[in-house]
Every structure is written in C-alpha cells, then in structure tokens.
C-alpha cells in the first residue's frame, strides 16, 4: 500500500472526566475512594489468577497494595480508570489507556484487571466501549492498541469479541516476572469506529438483558 497523506494534527491526552455508561462507570484512580473495594474484590479470587499475566501481584497486604497504586497508577501514561458497577455498586476493576503517543493519534488500552464478580458481564463490556468511544470521539485518535501475552488465550479471545483485529505476534518482547513474553498485537483504526459502536449500541440495549444480566444475543458487527 502507497502512502498517503492524512489530515490529522494531534490527539488529545486523557482527562480527570469520568466516563459513565448504562452499566459501569469509570472514575480516574483515586486512592482514597477505590482502593478498599478493589483490593477486597481482587481478594475474591483466591488462586490469584488475574494476575497471571500482568508483570506486578499479587499483594499479600492491603497497604502494599496501597503503596503499588501510589506509585505506578497516579500519573499519566499509563492513566488509569477504577471501574464501578451500578449493580454491586463497588468498584471492581481496573484498565488503563497506555503509550500514549498523541503526535501520532495512537493509544493502547492495557492494564485491565477485572475482579471474579466483574469478568463476562455486561459492565465489564460496556468498560471496554466507554473506553474506546472515549479514545476515538473526545480524545481524537486514528488508532486503538490492544496487546497481551501471545500465551493468554482469554485476552486474545476478548480483543476478537470486542472489535479488535490481530495484527501479529512480537516474539521476545518482554521478560516479566522471569518468564518470556511473546506479545500478540490488536488494533482498531477510526474508520471501524462508526461499524463497531452501531454494533454495541444494540448490544447494550435493556431488551438484550434478562433480570440477571445475561446476554440475550451475542456482541456482533454487521
């Protein structure tokens, strides 16, 4: 493919506001307010799995926990949200946007830890949306990354159902907690903005839910 020239200046970097859907809510960290409910809801997972492939945890301690999120989650690459659920009404999860690099209208959701009671719900689907339309429509980005071990089958998996496009696989990329990393890549551009977001707008809607939650129809793009 020739090069072509764009008509794109910057994008904008990540604000203090908080994003808010039907489901979720996603607040920039604050440790006073998110702390207690996060490290309680990661305790609910007793064999540490969410874990596993992130290169920290998990904490044995609430104050170590405290002093992780002081240190690594307060600045601005990576900028991380704390993700509320109106239904348990907790804070549950957390995501960050990453390697932000607004010259060139490029930005990576990462980071993404969602306690037991948060995993395969529609809050933690709406997380991924809020993000995304977030990234695309205010922030003004022509490109949405999403990377993880080439080993995590589930997080590959979530990258094809949420909208993403594997783009290849980075082999020795990193070395996290003494293990290789070969990383699997995802991207979506702005142009597969418009077809994704129709795609989870009807997903989203109450009809889709039963009392429980559950998904009547699967997440599709048509």
């Not at 907790?90 to 037991?116: D, K, W």
Request: net charge positive; hydrophobic share 35%; proline share 3%.
């Amino acid at each position: 493919m020739l090069s072509y020239k764009v008509n794109f200046k910057k994008a904008k970097l990540p604000s203090k506001k908080i994003l808010r859907g039907k489901y979720a809510v996603l607040e920039p960290i604050d440790i006073n307010r998110h702390s207690k409910d996060l490290y309680v809801n990661f305790l609910r997972d007793k064999k540490n799995k969410i874990w596993m492939y992130l290169p920290y945890g998990p904490f044995r301690t609430y104050g170590s926990f405290k002093k992780w999120l002081r240190s690594f989650c307060l600045g601005k690459d990576p900028f991380f949200y704390a993700i509320y659920s109106k239904r348990y009404e907790q804070f549950c999860g957390m995501a960050s946007y990453l390697r932000i690099t607004p010259e060139h209208g490029s930005i990576e959701v990462g980071h993404i830890n969602y306690s037991l009671i948060l995993q395969n719900t529609v809050e933690g689907t709406e997380t991924m949306y809020l993000m995304m339309k977030n990234a695309f429509e205010n922030l003004g980005n022509r490109r949405y990354e999403w990377k993880c071990n080439n080993l995590n089958s589930a997080s590959k998996n979530a990258a094809k159902r949420l909208g993403f496009k594997f783009e290849g696989v980075f082999r020795q990329m990193f070395v996290f907690k003494g293990k290789n990393r070969d990383t699997a890549w995802f991207a979506i551009i702005d142009k597969e903005w418009k077809k994704l977001k129709k795609g989870y707008l009807k997903f989203f809607k109450i009809s889709n839910f039963d009392k429980n939650y559950k998904q009547i129809k699967k997440l599709r793009f048509e």
